[in-house]
C-alpha cells in the first residue's frame, strides 16, 4: 500500500531532510575562511596584529605569502616576513610561483594547507597573468573554503574581486592613476579570483582621489557594490558582512539609477546612487 504525501510520515520525514540541509549549510558557512583586504600603503603593526589574530594561528600552522604582483618579488617577501616575525612565532614561506611551477602539485599542497596567505602590492595583472586558469588558483579557493584567511594588499586587493580592476583606461593610452571623468565603456577589467561577489574594490582610495574610476565601475557593474579602501585601512570580510579596521576610511557606493550615456565622448550621467562613508570598528552588509 501505497504512502499518501500527506502521511504524517511524509511529514516527518520530509523536515528530517530539512533539517538535515540546514545544519550542513550553517557548518559550510562556520567552516568557511576570512578575507583581510588591505587598502595600500603603509601597514602599520596594530593593523597587521588584527590579521594575525583573525587568522587564530596555532602551533602547526604557517603563513604563505605570494609575492607574484611585485616586481620584485624577493623584496616584497623579505619586507612582509620581517613585519611577520615581529607579530608570531609562525613559519612564513614564499611561493613565488611563474608558468613553469605553477602546475607543482607539491607547492599547491602547501598553499592549500596555509592557514594565512597573503598577497603583497604591485601588478594585479601580473598576479593573475599567473594563477588565471591554474592550480593555484584552485589552491587559494580550497584553502578559503577550508577556513583559512586570504590577505593582500594593494594589488593584491584588487585581485579579491571577480571582476577585476586593471587599472588601465580604454579611451586613453597613458596610465593614470585615477580617471579625469566618468565615461562609458572606458574602465578595464579582467577576470580576478572572485572570493568575493558582486563587488567591486578600489584601493589607494582617498589619497589617490579615485572615485571617477569606482563610478566607471558602477557603471559597468550597476548590480555591484562599489567599496574604496583607503591607505592603511583594510575590509574583514565574513561571508555577507563586512567590518572596517585600520587608519582611515571605505568609501561604499551602490545602486545607481537612472544610467545615461551622452552621444559626447562616452559620458555618462547618474541621477541618484546612495553612497556611505566607514571608519574603524563599523560594519556593512553585502550581496
Same mark, same amino acid.
Given at each position: 500500500?501505497?504512502?499518501?504525501?500527506?502521511?504524517?510520515?511524509?511529514?516527518?520525514?520530509?523536515?528530517?531532510?530539512?533539517?538535515?540541509?540546514?545544519?550542513?549549510?550553517?557548518?559550510?558557512?562556520?567552516?568557511?575562511?576570512?578575507?583581510?583586504?588591505?587598502?595600500?600603503?603603509?601597514?602599520?603593526?596594530?593593523?597587521?596584529?588584527?590579521?594575525?589574530?583573525?587568522?587564530?594561528?596555532?602551533?602547526?600552522?604557517?603563513?604563505?605569502?605570494?609575492?607574484?604582483?611585485?616586481?620584485?618579488?624577493?623584496?616584497?617577501?623579505?619586507?612582509?616576513?620581517?613585519?611577520?616575525?615581529? #607579530?608570531?612565532? =609562525?613559519? *612564513? !614561506?614564499?611561493?613565488? %610561483?611563474? /608558468?613553469?611551477?605553477?602546475? &607543482?602539485?607539491? $607547492?599547491?599542497?602547501?598553499?592549500?594547507?596555509?592557514?594565512?596567505?597573503?598577497?603583497?602590492?604591485?601588478?594585479?595583472?601580473?598576479?593573475?597573468?599567473?594563477?588565471?586558469?591554474?592550480?593555484?588558483?584552485?589552491?587559494?579557493?580550497?584553502?578559503?573554503?577550508?577556513?583559512?584567511?586570504?590577505?593582500?594588499?594593494?594589488?593584491?586587493?584588487?585581485?579579491?574581486?571577480?571582476?577585476?580592476?586593471?587599472?588601465?583606461?580604454?579611451?586613453?593610452?597613458?596610465?593614470?592613476?585615477?580617471?579625469?571623468?566618468?565615461?562609458?565603456?572606458?574602465?578595464?577589467?579582467?577576470?580576478?579570483?572572485? #572570493?568575493?561577489? =558582486?563587488? *567591486? !574594490?578600489?584601493?589607494? %582610495?582617498? /589619497?589617490?582621489?579615485?572615485? &571617477?574610476?569606482? $563610478?566607471?565601475?558602477?557603471?559597468?557593474?550597476?548590480?555591484?557594490?562599489?567599496?574604496?579602501?583607503?591607505?592603511?585601512?583594510?575590509?574583514?570580510?565574513?561571508?555577507?558582512?563586512?567590518?572596517?579596521?585600520?587608519?582611515?576610511?571605505?568609501?561604499?557606493?551602490?545602486?545607481?539609477?537612472?544610467?545615461?550615456?551622452?552621444?559626447?565622448?562616452?559620458?555618462?550621467?547618474?541621477?541618484?546612487?546612495?553612497?556611505?562613508?566607514?571608519?574603524?570598528?563599523?560594519?556593512?552588509?553585502?550581496?
Amino acid at each position: 500500500m501505497k504512502k499518501s504525501i500527506h502521511s504524517p510520515l511524509y511529514f516527518k520525514v520530509l523536515i528530517g531532510l530539512f533539517a538535515f540541509l540546514f545544519c550542513s549549510t550553517l557548518q559550510a558557512q562556520k567552516n568557511k575562511g576570512k578575507l583581510f583586504i588591505i587598502g595600500g600603503g603603509h601597514r602599520s603593526d596594530a593593523l597587521m596584529t588584527q590579521l594575525v589574530k583573525l587568522s587564530d594561528l596555532q602551533k602547526k600552522d604557517y603563513i604563505v605569502v605570494l609575492p607574484m604582483s611585485s616586481e620584485e618579488p624577493d623584496s616584497a617577501y623579505i619586507y612582509l616576513k620581517k613585519q611577520f616575525e615581529k #607579530l608570531t612565532s =609562525n613559519p *612564513i !614561506i614564499m611561493l613565488n %610561483f611563474d /608558468k613553469t611551477t605553477a602546475t &607543482n602539485k607539491v $607547492l599547491n599542497d602547501s598553499l592549500q594547507n596555509a592557514k594565512l596567505i597573503f598577497i603583497s602590492g604591485g601588478d594585479q595583472s601580473r598576479f593573475m597573468n599567473v594563477v588565471k586558469n591554474t592550480p593555484i588558483y584552485t589552491a587559494i579557493h580550497q584553502a578559503y573554503e577550508n577556513g583559512s584567511t586570504i590577505a593582500g594588499t594593494s594589488a593584491g586587493a584588487a585581485v579579491m574581486c571577480e571582476h577585476m580592476i586593471t587599472g588601465n583606461q580604454k579611451l586613453e593610452t597613458k596610465y593614470t592613476e585615477t580617471f579625469n571623468n566618468i565615461r562609458y565603456d572606458n574602465l578595464e577589467t579582467t577576470t580576478g579570483l572572485g #572570493l568575493v561577489k =558582486n563587488v *567591486i !574594490i578600489d584601493q589607494h %582610495f582617498l /589619497k589617490r582621489s579615485r572615485y &571617477n574610476r569606482l $563610478l566607471s565601475a558602477l557603471v559597468e557593474f550597476p548590480t555591484h557594490i562599489g567599496i574604496g579602501i583607503d591607505e592603511s585601512t583594510a575590509l574583514i570580510v565574513r561571508d555577507k558582512e563586512i567590518e572596517i579596521v585600520g587608519e582611515s576610511e571605505v568609501i561604499v557606493v551602490k545602486k545607481p539609477k537612472g544610467i545615461a550615456k551622452s552621444k559626447k565622448e562616452n559620458l555618462v550621467s547618474i541621477k541618484s546612487l546612495e553612497m556611505a562613508v566607514y571608519n574603524e570598528g563599523q560594519k556593512f552588509k553585502i550581496q
